[in-house]
């Protein structure tokens, strides 16, 4: 079963920077895409971010210019770099892959998600 662990949450003054890992293992397996998603309280689980296994990136508006996605394919991981964090940034973040993986002869999809890591941007 492949298995997403963020990293990299805390908190950190308006206009600081962070930036979130996320390591995909288990068994083997290629993803063909992999995605940051924040849901912060009381609102509706949104897309951050996302980056296809060819290297192609798409960002939500509000974060266009300030956040970056990129990938190790060596690595299994997938990073996002926020610059310039406003305090609606403030949020879980949470990480999401699918793809393919091995399982006896034969590779079948899936998708998972991490647990997340908390993002606060306070003064």
């Known amino acids: 079963q492949v298995q997403l662990v963020e990293s990299g949450g805390g908190l950190v003054q308006p206009g600081g920077s962070l930036r979130l890992s996320c390591v995909a293992s288990g068994g083997i397996f290629f993803t063909n895409y992999m995605s940051w998603y924040r849901q912060a309280p009381g609102k509706q689980r949104e897309l951050v971010a996302k980056i296809t296994r060819g290297g192609d990136t798409s960002y939500m508006d509000s974060v266009k210019g300030r956040f970056t996605i990129s990938r190790d394919s060596a690595k299994n991981t997938v990073y996002l770099q926020m610059n310039t964090l406003k305090p609606e940034d403030t949020a879980v973040y949470l990480c999401?892959?699918?793809?393919?993986?091995?399982?006896?002869?034969?590779?079948?999809?899936?998708?998972?998600w991490g647990q997340g890591t908390p993002v606060t941007v306070s003064s």
């Open positions: 999401n892959a699918a793809g393919q993986q091995k399982i006896a002869a034969n590779y079948r999809y899936f998708e998972v």
